[in-house]
């Protein structure tokens, strides 16, 4: 079983529409969570940190579901400018050497 | 603005051959990491350092090792290059600073091709 599970997509979405990609990861100690953004022929940049709480930054919300081992990432009104690969992200902390494990990535097109 | 560079964006090297991908960052950053992306695999780590001198293996290290002499450079070395290591190499580097909610930054990958 991969530690990080992503669905790989794609998914094809209007302008204007609303989008929600999931991510599931098998280290229950794992401390840290994020979600990178990667455009076509580039490398991965962050998105946005995932917080216990949840969190939101501008059209995109992050949630965490710790008991389920699961991550989600909203996308609201989306634009020809969000399509990308959309990786999720996952850290043991200090303990595990603080590497970071990656999804393979979910593929977004929006279209006009 | 921190600042991943890595030596080359394409080569192409020869079965058998001993491949050096360089990697240098400017932001003093303790953490340095490799990487390959391959479709439908995702990023996987080869070796990360968390100090000068220092390496541990990742996910994926055979058939590869490290060299990190001066904090700000992370080499990664294939010993005898073979087809199957044809792959987008990535390098990153991270502070130490605040462990859990650290960004790796990235280079811009070296796209390697073995014939």
């Known amino acids: 079983r991969k530690e990080v599970e992503q669905d790989p997509g794609p998914f094809n979405v209007p302008e204007g529409a609303t989008v929600a990609f999931n991510c599931t990861y098998s280290n229950s100690a794992s401390q840290s969570f994020f979600w990178y953004r990667q455009d076509c022929r580039k490398e991965p940049k962050l998105l946005m940190s995932v917080y216990s709480s949840g969190n939101e930054d501008g059209r995109f919300t992050a949630q965490l579901n710790r008991a389920s081992q699961y991550i989600s990432l909203l996308i609201r009104d989306s634009k020809l400018s969000d399509s990308a690969t959309y990786l999720c992200?996952?850290?043991?902390?200090?303990?595990?050497?603080?590497?970071?494990?990656f999804g393979a990535g979910t593929i977004l097109r929006v279209k006009s | 603005d921190v600042k991943v560079t890595q030596s080359s964006r394409y080569l192409v090297k020869r079965t058998g051959e001993k491949v050096f991908l360089e990697c240098v960052q400017d932001?003093?950053?303790?953490?340095m990491f490799w990487y390959r992306q391959d479709p439908g695999l995702g990023l996987r780590l080869i070796y990360f350092?968390?100090?000068?001198?220092?390496?541990e293996k990742g996910d994926i290290p055979e058939g590869y090792s490290v060299s990190r002499e001066k904090k700000e450079r992370f080499s990664l070395i294939l010993e005898s290059a073979s087809t199957n290591q044809t792959s987008m190499y990535l390098c990153a580097s991270s502070p130490r600073g605040a462990l859990f909610w650290a960004e790796a930054f990235f280079g811009q990958g070296t796209r390697l091709t073995v014939v």
């Open positions: 350092s968390y100090d000068v001198k220092m390496k």
């Open positions: 992200v996952v850290s043991g902390g200090m303990e595990y050497g603080n590497k970071l494990v």
């Open positions: 932001m003093d950053h303790e953490n």
